[in-house]
């Protein structure tokens, strides 16, 4: 990125880290398939289960449960269409990726918090055949909000449900333990602590039935067909040591994010703090002035070089109205007007510094208009 961007996006995405660019280096150099038998082969096979292993270090998991995929996207679908042949009971507040796989699914309210509302799960699960799936992420990538996972999961295996977690948000930024957890299914993706984009995993436990969603050869055990992304896995299991290691230094954002919204609240009385109320990730803040456009707020700090989210952007750069903001009560203006400031292994006291001059100057203009 550029030295004159105060970027702070990292639930989008995080920079590539350096230890993610030397095994991608190493492994472009590498001609074998590993799938082949041949010596080129087999280097190329040892680099896919180094990588499988530093990943299941990251994740508290058996080496042997991770399949390897293009991204969060395909693990979420892959969880949501493989997994089980009962209902999906989902979050309102779940990533697009979740809610798109399973467009029936029947959607569990959230909390004013952010977090899911347990008596609304156990309703729900009332009845539930068995194969039903439930699906709750751990963290939330707009509010950090972190889901209260192990009431989740008591509550789903009371009924015979299975539960899947999206932990793409998770990943990196907070210790992971897959089997304490107790989920039977579990996402990452590279690219949100340093690793390469196009690039992810459903950590799937050992004996569960799980449908393939591509059809071909028997890579990642018969679940997942094609040709392994040979440098995008080998920069996944460098940047999952790495952000293992470096796990420490994340928690210890909590301090530059209450500096930032201790900033913001004295720049401006009337601004919201989405999901303060509970317990959040270490680097996140969504925030709101009611009346101040997402959209404006995100092109104005852009020319002043610090980078930033709205609560929710499409595919195609377009900025819309929250749904996990909406599902958590905000009104229509305060959903509108969101913006999400996430922070990362790179951030600085100096970018949070740079955030609040530009949004201090944008907010006495929207007061003075």
């Known amino acids: 990125m550029s030295s004159t961007t105060a970027y702070l996006d990292y639930n989008a995405t995080a920079p590539l880290r350096p230890e993610a660019r030397a095994a991608m280096l190493e492994a472009l150099t590498e001609p074998g398939n590993a799938s082949s038998v041949h010596g080129p082969g087999r280097r190329a096979r040892r680099l896919v289960e180094q990588a499988r292993e530093q990943v299941a270090a990251l994740a508290g998991c058996d080496p042997r449960w991770v399949i390897f995929t293009s991204g969060g996207t395909e693990a979420n679908n892959l969880a949501l269409k493989g997994l089980g042949s009962g209902p999906r009971l989902v979050s309102a507040g779940e990533h697009d990726s979740v809610l798109q796989a399973a467009p029936e699914a029947v959607r569990l309210a959230l909390r004013r918090d952010g977090q899911i509302d347990l008596a609304a799960l156990e309703a729900a699960l009332s009845g539930c055949p068995e194969g039903t799936v439930v699906s709750v992420m751990l963290a939330n990538n707009e509010t950090g909000a972190i889901q209260p996972m192990a009431a989740v999961v008591e509550r789903a295996r009371a009924a015979g449900a299975l539960v899947h977690c999206d932990a793409v948000q998770g990943g990196g930024k907070l210790a992971l333990d897959m089997a304490?957890?107790?989920?039977?299914?579990?996402?990452?993706?590279?690219?949100?602590?340093?690793?390469?984009?196009?690039?992810?995993?459903?950590?799937?436990r050992d004996g569960l039935p799980l449908a393939p969603l591509i059809a071909g050869g028997g890579q990642e055990g018969r679940r997942r067909a094609g040709t392994e992304n040979l440098p995008g896995i080998a920069g996944f299991g460098a940047a999952a040591e790495a952000a293992q290691r470096d796990l420490p230094e994340m928690a210890s954002l909590a301090g530059l994010r209450d500096r930032l919204e201790a900033g913001a609240r004295a720049i401006a009385p009337d601004v919201k703090v989405f999901g303060s109320e509970s317990e959040r990730l270490a680097n996140t803040t969504c925030l709101a002035v009611a009346g101040m456009a997402a959209e404006t707020q995100i092109m104005a700090l852009d020319l002043a070089g610090v980078a930033v989210s709205a609560g929710a952007a499409c595919s195609s750069g377009k900025v819309q109205p929250s749904h996990v903001l909406t599902a958590m009560g905000a009104s229509a203006a305060e959903a509108a007007s969101a913006i999400r400031v996430s922070l990362g292994w790179q951030s600085r006291a100096e970018d949070v510094d740079r955030f609040l001059a530009a949004w201090g100057d944008l907010y006495r203009r929207s007061q003075a208009a």
Not at 181 to 204: E, I, N, Q, R, W
Request: hydrophobic share 35%; proline share 8%; net charge neutral.
């Open 180 to 204: 304490a957890l107790g989920v039977d299914c579990m996402t990452l993706s590279s690219h949100k602590f340093g690793g390469p984009p196009g690039t992810g995993a459903l950590l799937c």
